[in-house]
């Protein structure tokens, strides 16, 4: 990328009169150089079967040439028209809840041959009259594509036939990996397979669920490869990926193989959004950043992020600005608004954009002109950094999906609510306020190698494979870092019969038969210095088998096992966390491993933040990112070094202000 | 009216066994003069498919007629019989959570030409047999009548059918007004028009309820007319209209249009049921009968109201007698019990009548007794109050729907808890405190310029002309009080794209471009004196343009704006609320509001509640109720007054004492 | 019973590779001696239509036998193969909420003919080859076997038979009592008799539900006439019964009538699973025991209980010993685990049985091995123990489904959280922390007069015979101990209509006309001293009507009515509870009526739980269980005894001190 795009989604068709000029001309105000357009306005671009009319997107195609802003282009598949629904009902998908009803976006069949017909119709339509136009930079497919649950019974006669491949046609493999004794279960041939709607079998359930999540890399591949036939050399394809929803952009994505999905786009893109305010942390920014970067190990793309959202989003002053730099400072080379204008309509109303409905100057815009000058100026010190981290997190689906079957603290009488994006969050979080910068692998990754020390939370799931490379990994060297619910399945969500944690045991140099939720469960250790708060949530009682016992269970019942253990495992070391622990305790198990992995910790912690990357100039950029409304001192380490907003130069030992919900950048 | 009604809904069809000499015995023990008989019993009027047995009503009319009772003729339409179900499926609603089951009552579609022929023809029996009866003094019309939800096919067609009548058969229009183009919901032709049951268009959605209400009213005319063929001149038609319901009759009803609905009926009737015992206010007392004094500006009845109800409901000694005095102090010309006797089967088993179970005395009972001697004796001073309130509230079934749509406190995690009546009641609870009546107007009443006060709270959706009116309303003189959320958006739910509040701002002299969820935000003023209390809920970022304002916030980001401001405009006033208060400050608020407009304020509020009237006689009827169980006391300020329990005549200076949960009544 | 039988479910179909073998072995160095095999192993037993393989069950036999371990066959059918599904999907029932999905167990109609021919044919088939085998002894009918709420149209075809029948062809009887008339329910021919699913009407719901009930004894009874046709005379045959579910073993369970089903087999058996770790207090230990033993007034088996269970159910050190020898304290003659070893896939893998999943000893199993090393010892002399109790509580499947109908605590708002069971519970762990040994009894008992004390929590519908019956139990000479919401209402669920509570009052000496939901309400009394703590939930306005006032109510508005009375009735008294109480409150009533009844009560109280009964050698055997984590002691009073682990004579004076979470034995 040669500049740092600053942009917008921009819905000229939802306008609510005509004020295209006016808009570009704020664009430019606030230095916006490109807007994404297009994505889910089917029903604008072919208003009949078969009739289209692109007069919109020419228009602003037009519009922004005219400026010397740049287009992105959205295929608007990810919501279908009322004419398509009317005469093929079917293209919506048929889920465990019934049929999906014509209204929301994302109700469709993505595996509907009608639907695909239409799909690639108009996207072929799309690209002919746009992948010419000079100032289309790329093309996005689709829109935070998912399955919707479809699982009908064309999906599940393509899931048989997907079952019949993974099990070279041998059912009685099948059901013997899946345990379909169980309550009668066992298939007998495929052709009685049932509907896996009604299972409460987890590993079918979760087969299923993973075949579903191919589907949606399926139909990325398939847009993609149509795109392709279109595009020139220089346009790039993404995704908008997107996370975990708890309100907010919060963890691993269940319905995606991020990882898998990425493949078929030349560029990862996402969008995040995050809670404000008060609690803005940047801990989400940092998260899903860290994550696009990694899936393709490279610069992303930021599709989407809040600019005034909802009233609980609006941002205080300086905030805007801070998150636009932390998304550059995670390795994002784009920073793009959802959206341009306000919705005067529908459901999105109150999700507003940098202009209100008003659309007129506000707080918010008046900052983006800020950033718009910044981007401009200093952009090219930013944009396409590159990171060498040390740390990588080991993230995985299979291991949330069994988790949602099996949430950690689930009992008889609940399903329970810890999962296992809270703990991955829980442990990436800690390393983000103490201003660890990591890298995610996934369980198919081939260069675990590259790091000083591997993370591993909660990965419940696992196949043997990956488990003994996590064993090799250790061996050769590397500090392994694992907690509880670690290796308890194969990859079909059948519990290991060996000893737990399974295969893994072996470098981390433990067992454990059993497992509780703490009640007044303290730890107790010569090891380490630490409050007095209770263990929470889960407990496996760990029995050192080789493994040094750092901490143990202050329990009269439990005080025989252990919670924390540390292991020589040939040139490595591994380290295991049997419990959750509060936040105090996890920091000092961590900066513990941390220091004996030898991975170097800043004097910064939260609420200042420190990310670092290497500039096309080859130098170093470090962001000092402070996430409170407290002015915060840093004291200038390194030699010498030039802030990048100020151009100053600062010495070794001098001070460095930052002001509330602000930053300062340096280059060295 | 010539006296005032006292009565019960009677059923003798539900009786265990024939007691009706019995009962028509104790109900002229208790002073009873009324009945209302015959909803909701169809399978018993007609048993079979066009055979008719009204015995059980001519029963109850010949011997109410012999004891000198009234009797209103309920028409049973509200719940269908089992043949009628059996022989058309259909007959139940088909709505947004599929085909309404058997069972209930007020299941079914009240558009069905199944139904409607059926409804017709056992009215059309009903009145044969009952309009000519001496005592039979009025007609209900079903019973709280709504239109359940039906969304069905037929449904889908009328509510296209009614579009294209709103918008001129003109799709773009209605595609523009309801920003249909986002998310690909655009309809390009009539035929194609989808099923608006799954949509998530609040603009589409809360057209097709305004529709539904429009069904209601249309039913209700429907029978209305079919009713006046037979009726006598001296007979009144009426309807049991209710209000949103929250275990109690909450707020201004979300599904019916009271003000179109009452057109059809010559008189308007209720039924308010409330908290009781510690809880017992008479809020819901005073607010629904405002409201429904108000809808066709006059007296009105009380279909039902609570005797002893559930067993949280039981009245403490008092409270039933206070409860009538209440209702009449309203304008009410009648009181009447849901129900004569408990019933002993089914789901309201639990709401308990008049008498037990066991049909025995009991506390209540014995209570109705002295109210209904007192009616007796001083009834004629009591009916057809009239009264001249200066303070009318707006109120608006379209910003309800809309605000329904869209929570005020709606985050992209939840749908929301604040809702349209949550600030209509606030506002009217504290008025109702300070002992200040209010009229309620619709957004099409013509009447505006006889109140010196009205107040506005939340009008979200609006249209233009309303807002104009408002405007006007000010300019000649009035004095508005308008809170938050008011005039946002269009009658069609499209969010105004200029400057906001829309139109309005002209009167008010502010605009606004943000509004956030204040957190730790309180309010600085050097106008007003208040507590140090925290602004909660909703908070917009005033911008004063001419306004004065009173209060700003008090937080370090939103320092700069405004959250009460007032403004002179032309001859009037209007005063703006940015933001929801804590009771203590509403209060200052609105006194210093009162007083501004001229609104005199009693020297005695809450728990001691005044209520006024203008009687028969030309006289001033003042009611004291003493809301409590403390003892209170109030000394006559007025030259001089009969108190009408005790004939007393009080004079200026004297202390009147009203015992707990009791009340005196002056005739000045 | 020749022995104690100690055992668990075993599932070799269940196993992740072939340890028959070594599992044996493991079960015969815990002493087990009894597996229970087969249930739910349909799809395993069955593969293909008509195709029998019955490999796993004879080859479990084999081994079993050969190691002298004896085998309890359940029959498969309470889960159906997918190819029954497949080819008539029928066999799954349809309830309220629509067709049940494949999937799950417990999810078929058990009365349709398709389903009742494959189970006839399956039962048959494994009856040929295991009932002839020397080592089974018994066999269990399905498992936990309800009607999994099958109300499809076959089934509602089926009740309107039943009701013809229940009403003698009297429609209008019918009409009258279930009070149709009410919203226009009436039912005017047998034809259009609607489907119930949908009613509001408790009484046609709760006679549905009862009909429901009797589905449950139809099939049992249907598959007892089968296996008799096969088995031995030395067999046996059972069925497990279960409870309400609450997250464990709660109540009494509500979709099976007990007393009726157990007249279908000739052992009653039960699972009881429990909270453990802290919450371990053996209340539902011993209720579902008390339960059980009084079905069939006797021995009976518990086929399951927690082994390790959930993560909150591993046991402490002690407590797996203590829970077995609780179960039988309370006069089983089995404990059986659910199950030996742990699942690897599906919804109960967390549901651990003796060994985790990796196979390995482990604490638990450990103590199992000294549990059943102990029995083996002292077994002969603890089976079979006849219990000789006093008190007896009457309950209720009737007033339980009443009560659900019309919750305690239900109000306009909220359909109540306070039911039956909770009643039943707040009674029963009272008097159990108290040591007193109770018998349940069931409305249509013959033995009311075995009883010095019978206690009536809530027995909301009863029938008229039933009322008349405690009336006569007091009358000659009887203590009746009666709670409020009793004789509300006969056994259709209609409200008595002469005073209440009806009939019953006769003996109680009282009459009450309201109730209420308490608020500030606490009691005041000269009879007892008590702490001065609220009355809660639920409360009613006694008047006595020659009954003594043990407590009256303590609130300015409802003091002049009585809380707690008591009467004497001819040779008998009868005390009556009118409102809920904190359990302190409800110790001090009754332990006035345990003394005033002449019911011994122990020095010891709960955590020190003492049970009793007689044994095979005529000896009376006391158990001392510890239900804390704290050391107990007991000064032993009688003249000597032998406690049964250590074999050491206890003298009278002498001390013995029981370990936490541990118990000793006295044989006297």
Known sequence: MDKLLYGAAYYEEYLPYNRLEKDVEMMKAAGINVVRIAESTWSTCEPKEGIFDFSHVTRVIDAME??????????????????????????????????NVYGPRQNMDITNPDYLFYAERVIRKLMECTAQRKNVIGFQLDNETKSYGTAGENVQKAFVKYLKNVFDNDLEKLNHQFGLDYWSNRINSWEEFPDVRGTINGSLGAEFQKFQRRLVTEFLAWQAKIVKEYKREDQFITQNFDFEWRGYSYGVQPEVNHFEAAKYVTIAGADIYHPSQDLLTGEEIAFGGDIIRSVKQGNYLILETEAQGFPGWTPYRGQLRLQAYSHIASGANSVMYWHWHSLHNAVETYWKGLLSHDFAENDTYCEAKVIGKEFKEIGSHLVNLQKQNRVAILISNEALTALEWFRIDADPANIGTVRYNDVVRWIYNRLYRMNIECDFLNPTSEHFEKYDLIIVPSLYAAPEALLHRLNQYTAQGGYLFVTFKTAFTDEYVKVYSQIQPAIINECLGIEYHQFVFPKNVYLKSDYYQMPDLPVHTFMELLIPKGAEVLASYNHYNWKDYAAVTKNHYKKGIAVYLGCMLPDE???????????DAGIVQTQQEFPVIVRKGKNDFGKEIVFYLNYSDKKQKITWQQEKGIELFSKAEIKQGEEIEIEPWNLCIMEI
Do not use: F, N
């Open 66 to 99: 005219a400026a010397d802003i740049s287009v992105i282009i959205g295929t608007p598949t990810y919501a279908v028209p009322a004419w398509m629904v009317k005469k093929h009902p079917q293209v919506l998908a048929d889920t465990k809840e019934g049929r």
């Open 585 to 595: 305790i996890l920091d000092i198990v961590l900066r513990d491993v941390l220091k």
